[in-house]
């Protein structure tokens, strides 16, 4: 008898020892994940499909192929996406009533990658029904909305995500980003904005938030840009601040994102063109041809930094435009606009917005002397490359405030 007693708390020791282990080993994936050596985590997740349908598991391994995806410079695999596919349909079947705030949060950002928005709302309803104050879930469900073009129910949990807490990162920047950027011709709002932002610059949080950061400085430039069109000396007003600014932050930073490259030249095209939304554009009297050659090296610098981008094309398509390279203009036009399919940074109304605004550039051009048939080609290549197309956005576009020159210049194109 003695003998069984010892035998079964041997039993009980090495299965607790195992899942101290197994917990362990997820935690460490985990951590591989958040750094983004997903090969590592990859390796440590395998080796523990002894227990296939285990919750903590079956949330690590959404992660994993989750982040994959999401990963700017990475391509959506389709496999991988089969995969979070099927773990989410075990744990809606085997776990749905038995999950945490993390695990609710983890499933939503993986059926957003899989482009499931119903049913990440579907997860987010569930999760705000027991936390409904936290900040973070309110963020996330203002993002789900938006990508089903539903903005008002969107800006409604983006703003109370940010009223919640006005100290974290991920509510005030969705309460800048899209709520308050919709106004943002406005002279008022773009202080509200700056002032926020410089909030967010003195949080202890943004010290290891490097994708903030940039994200920050990104949206500062675009502000930047928009003040220097009401100084007398606009391109010495975008040099001495808005580029000065990136300069700076770029020397003692090392930048992970393609976009402060990015809008480094896009300063720099704005100081030869007045530049409206990427569409409106006419070149200025001190038009000076070395401030094109500065912004290629940035584009340069962005597209090595992530290939997927579509803007290093889009912005390269207006320098070749307005140097009378028409048909290097287009070739870039066009890899711009099949990089906005696969980008994983855009969706919804932005997608197509920046879809819109590439399209438009190629109709530009058909009027100039250029190669007609290639401009052909490339429409008939493009399923949605037609007016009716564009038309047919144009209520959506409504929505969202933009520049009054831009819209003139969508419904003169459209008539």
Known sequence: MKKIFIAILLIIFFIGIFYFLFDFLIKKANNYIGKSEFVKAEKIINKLSVLPNNK?????KCLLYGAKNHASFSENSEEDILKIQKILAIIDKKYLGKLSLYDYKILSFCSDVTKDYNRTIKYLGLALKKWPDDAELNSFMGLAYD????????????????????????????YVGRVLYQDIYKEDTRKLIHSILNYMLNSEDILYNQEMKEKIYDTRNRICLLDAQNQKNQNSYVKDFCIKDLELFSKNNIIRYSWIYNDLAF?????????????????????DKKYFELAKSYLDQANKIDPSDFMPYLLNGIIFEYDNDYSSALEYFWRAYKSTKTFSLLRGFDRDFYQIAILLNILKIINQPTDIKMVENLINDNDKGTLEYIQSKLDILKVRHMSPDLFKLIQAINR
């Open 267 to 287: 300063s720099y095209i704005s100081l030869n063109l007045e530049l409206n939304e990427l569409l409106y554009t006419t070149k200025k009297d001190n038009f």
């Open 56 to 60: 903590k598991l079956l949330i690590a």
């Open 147 to 174: 990508s089903i073009y539903n903005f008002q129910e969107a800006k409604k949990y983006y703003t109370k995500s940010y009223m919640l807490d006005k100290n974290n990162l991920t509510a005030s920047w969705y």
